[in-house]
């Protein structure tokens, strides 16, 4: 999905709100309201990257933010077959089950990756690809929270859990 995304990523300003996400993450200015304070912050940062063009840059921020929410989707898959096919989310069978965990993991997540309205959010400046990537990744700590179960010091996952769907919250 990452390569796909970085052949297809948008080089320039694309229709919607990406010219204003990238004009407000480049002057760090205030986008539409009710703005989207982290997502300007973040791409404030890679607009200083010295690579291409500015917008190249912040169109590569939804690049990098969809391709991790991607694997992020594979990993959460895996960890529901696993559980459906009997077995603990974290780990493995050491047979066929494997297989099919991860076959269904592999079709779960290009199904995302390359669906038409996935791809497009994926190769501009838009928030929903950060948006998709802390939810992806707070269920996926759920899965990994619940199957690791190792009593009271496991429960330290359950912050950074909150911490990420509230960042969820203030990049879109």
Request: aromatic letters at 16%.
């Amino acid at each position: 999905a990452l390569g796909m995304y970085l052949k297809t990523v948008a080089s320039t300003v694309s229709f919607w709100d990406c010219g204003e996400f990238i004009a407000c993450s480049y002057i760090m200015g205030v986008p539409h309201p009710p703005g989207a304070p982290l997502y300007i912050l973040l791409g404030r940062l890679f607009s200083l990257l010295p690579l291409y063009e500015v917008a190249w840059r912040v169109n590569l921020m939804s690049v990098l933010s969809s391709a991790l929410a991607v694997w992020c989707a594979y990993l959460s898959t895996v960890a529901l077959a696993r559980r459906a096919l009997g077995g603990a989310t974290v780990q493995t069978f050491g047979d066929g089950r494997d297989i099919a965990a991860i076959v269904g993991g592999a079709v779960a997540a290009l199904s995302l990756a390359f669906s038409y309205t996935f791809w497009f959010n994926a190769v501009e400046a838009e928030v929903y690809g950060y948006s998709i990537f802390f939810t992806a990744l707070g269920v996926w700590l759920i899965l990994y929270w619940e199957g690791t179960a190792h009593g009271q010091a496991n429960d330290r996952w359950l912050f950074l859990i909150a911490y990420l769907f509230g960042l969820g919250g203030g990049i879109h």
